[in-house]
């Protein structure tokens, strides 16, 4: 069965295609906000990456591992 409306994916698409035009050359906020939040995960990560590092490191120089 064919219908002429498009789908739920067509719509979105539409949809994000018209904001996109109204916010040309504008960040759209959500967009923003999902680049701050990646910005926050990708800082912890790379904390988290650090201090694995160091306890690691630690167990090395301590002897911890060549026991």
Do not use: C
């Amino acid at each position: 069965m064919h219908t002429d409306r498009p789908t739920v994916h067509d719509r979105r698409s539409a949809d994000d295609g018209l904001a996109r035009s109204l916010n040309a050359g504008h960040y759209n906020d959500a967009d923003s906000q999902a680049a701050e939040q990646r910005r926050r995960a990708q800082r912890t990560a790379w904390k988290l990456g650090l201090l694995a590092l160091a306890v690691y490191v630690g167990f090395i120089l301590t002897g911890v591992i060549g026991r």
